[in-house]
């Protein structure tokens, strides 16, 4: 089988670094086919906490951390709430080696269950992402309403993004993002969504988020009610399996279902890496 060369994403601090861990372990488990050019980008991970994840990758992976030091976002509108770090992965194409061409952006909070090659060899064409989105239809219109987005514009999670560098390096505009900020400021409240929805969502390639975002969420309000939503249905058909919120299978308040493809990864790690 031909090996398929994937350029993946993380933006974190070395207090995630156990999970990306085990992350890449799913991604690499999942995808046995395929080599990984891994970036980091970050402000303060020391060399030293990376050593695991550079074995974990071995020979079907590399890992190049950015520490990234901007003149530009010294003035950039941060708060508490949202630290300069939230416009590494907004502004991703500034920072990321020139001659890629698009990169998978992947939280450290997930687990990859299965082959990512279909999304990752997608037409791009126009747009700038392509993302899930977790909102029905009332918090849409709310989040139209709130942030001043078009009708029927899609407001994305930012945990599993498809980017497209190339067309982002000549399009993007670092003005128009600060001049959002300073003006919702008072009203964002997952700050990094809130832009990337507002501000790109005509250009946002709509994935599907059983697929790609599955959430424990998700598969609690759907395995209610229909039959097929269950854990087996999630293992033969969900890529991406995403922990986002507070509710992580690593804390011991922990509560769902979806936690089994976690702790098996974990495990497999720990006997095995």
């Not at 790609?212 to 598969?219: A, D, G, H, K, R």
């Amino acid at each position: 089988m031909d090996q398929t060369t994937m350029n993946i994403l993380v933006t974190l601090d070395e207090n995630y670094i156990p999970c990306l861990n085990v992350m890449l372990v799913s991604l690499l488990r999942s995808n046995l086919d395929a080599h990984f050019n891994v970036y980091l980008l970050h402000s303060s991970v020391r060399e030293q906490a990376l050593t695991k994840t550079r074995h974990i990758l071995g020979d079907r992976g590399t890992l190049t951390a950015i520490q990234v030091s901007d003149a530009e976002l010294e003035n950039a509108p941060t708060t508490s709430r949202y630290p300069v770090e939230i416009y590494y992965r907004i502004f991703a194409a500034r920072y990321l080696p020139q001659q890629l061409d698009r990169v998978l952006y992947l939280d450290p909070d997930l687990i990859v269950n299965k082959s990512l090659r279909e999304l990752y060899v997608m037409p791009m064409r126009d747009y700038y992402f392509a993302a899930a989105s977790h909102t029905g239809p009332v918090l849409r219109k709310l989040n139209e309403v709130r942030l001043d987005m078009e009708e029927e514009t899609p407001y994305i999670n930012s945990g599993v993004m498809l980017m497209n560098l190339a067309l982002l390096r000549k399009e993007q505009r670092l003005e128009d993002v600060f001049e959002f900020i300073e003006k919702k400021k008072s009203v964002l409240f997952l700050p990094d969504q809130d832009i990337i929805s507002s501000l790109y969502g005509s250009r946002i390639f709509p994935l599907d988020t059983f697929r790609y975002n599955m959430t424990e969420i998700l598969y609690q309000r759907y395995a209610a009610f229909e039959k097929r939503i269950n854990l087996d249905w999630v293992r033969k058909n969900s890529v991406i399996i995403h922990y986002c919120g507070r509710n992580k299978p690593w804390k011991e308040s922990y509560i769902g279902k979806l936690g089994v493809f976690y702790q098996e990864t974990k495990d497999y790690m720990e006997r095995n890496l």
